[in-house]
């Protein structure tokens, strides 16, 4: 008895993850406790990306911000800059013309579609379906093309501007762009067969990293994750902007919640998004072509919020300024932040080490958007995220 | 004979050797773009594996680092390691304007770049983020580069 307790001791281990892994293209460090080849228990330990952008925007005029945000994340770059001229118009009180909400809409819906064709290619990478992420990643190309025929750039778009949109979309593109969607929709199809129906994939994802509905209710996990598992939410139909309400699509939902759920989720509502996008485009024409409202930018004081639904999530920006044309305080809450430290230990727990990175992958992380926060790492010194001198100069600036 | 055995093997090897770079990307906390239109690179569209090149994500395989990133604080300990754990001949290219000047985050607290002051840089790619092709272009001049450092 003692000797096979022994014999356990010795199995039990923790093995680090990280940063640098092949399993992924950003540096995150997951310290994962095993015993043999079980998942015991995980320690997500982020800040590698930690940039301190919020700092940074308070220093910086709200046109500049708009970059900034931009830049938090360049997967979801556009509903980053689109989010956070909301909060400023919303601080500001102003309306948009309804030709902006519209490209505002086409270029957010262009970017779900390009990132969940990401996603489905990063699964069937993990899965170590490598043809899968090259067909995936080519069909993706045509997404980028008509974001760049929409904004002139293929990752940082740089369209929404505060009170409006920078460009517009020349009408010649439409019939070519609702082209390309058609095409793009046969070949979701295709995908949504791939993995629902291949033998492999199915074995590896069917009930892995389960995540019940009440403990993504109690773990305030949001988006396609959360979908995934029963909790009908959705920013867009919840607490409607931009166009939302006025557009007819359908929020995705599914009961299992484990990695086939979550795959599904995405693959389908890749067929939402393209309905949206053919309705915006059909209509498009009908409104004046008036891109921006004028408007100040010495904000008053006042608070602004906006919530919108990130590919990956709920997206929650609040401004609170203080009359000059730079803001007091913004805060910025990204759906993978809630999403992974939270929702990994639970769906990791009890697996098998060699499901890791497609358990991993199935949540969509994204740590340049999650390093919103710095966790310490505080057994190794070495790896602290914030520099202890600036935060207390920081401190002492603000008075606490 | 024998030093022309040797000089034969040599250049053998390192005909191989161009022609299958390794390489290996790493984000050091930039916005992911870049990192993003580095996968692209990889993918039939532009498809660098018409060169050879296969993404590879140790470090002690490999010829070429891509890098992408203003090097945040917490991440550059690390950077240093993976630099030195890459064997010689080794060729470093920094991809975007974070990597050559910090770019957009150049006041930001917790960023400790840009990347020459971490490693010596070959190869700078500049845009936020570079098109593909870009990165493209700037591999193939660091692998004539990295041949020019290989033959004896
Ligand atoms: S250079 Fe631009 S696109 Fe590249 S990581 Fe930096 S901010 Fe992002």
Redesign the interface.
Known sequence: MAKDNERREKLCYTLPLG????MY???ENLMVRVDGETITGVEVNI???????E??MQ?KNYLQGI??A??????C?GIHSVTYCEAVENALGIEIPERAKYIRTITLELERLHSHF?FL?VMAYELGLDTG??YT??D??HV?DMLETLSGN???YGIPTIGGVRRDLPAGEIPGMLKRLEHLRKRAEHYVILFSSDALVRKRTLGKGNLPKGKANSHSIVGPVARASGVNTDIRRDLPYLLYDELEWNVVTRMEGDVQARVMVKAYEIFESISILKQCLNRISRTTPELKTKTSLFVKENEGMSITEAPRGELVYYLVSNGTDRPERMRIRTPTFTNVPSALPIILKGEQLADLPVIVGSVDP?F?CCDRV?IVDERTG??????EA?LRKLGEENGD | MKERLYRITDRLVSYARRKSPWIL????????????????VL???FDIERFGGVS????RHTDILLID??V????R??LRR?YEQTPEPKVVIAVGACAISKG??H?????DGPLDEVMPVDVYVPG??P?PEAILQGVLKALKLWESRYTV
């Open positions: 940063p640098q892994h092949p293209v950003e540096a800040g590698y990306m930690h940039r301190g952008i700092e940074l220093r970059f900034l931009e830049r938090i994340c360049g997967i770059s990401l290619g992420f090259m990643w080519r993706r190309e980028m293929r990752v940082n994204c340049s710095t070495e790896s602290r995220g914030v520099d600036f | 990307h790493m984000d050091t906390g930039g916005c992911n773009g870049c990192s993003i239109e580095l996968f692209a993918t039939p569209r590879k994500a140790n470090p990133g203003a945040t604080k917490k991440i300990p690390r993976i957009i985050f006041d930001a607290y917790n960023i936020c983020p098109k």
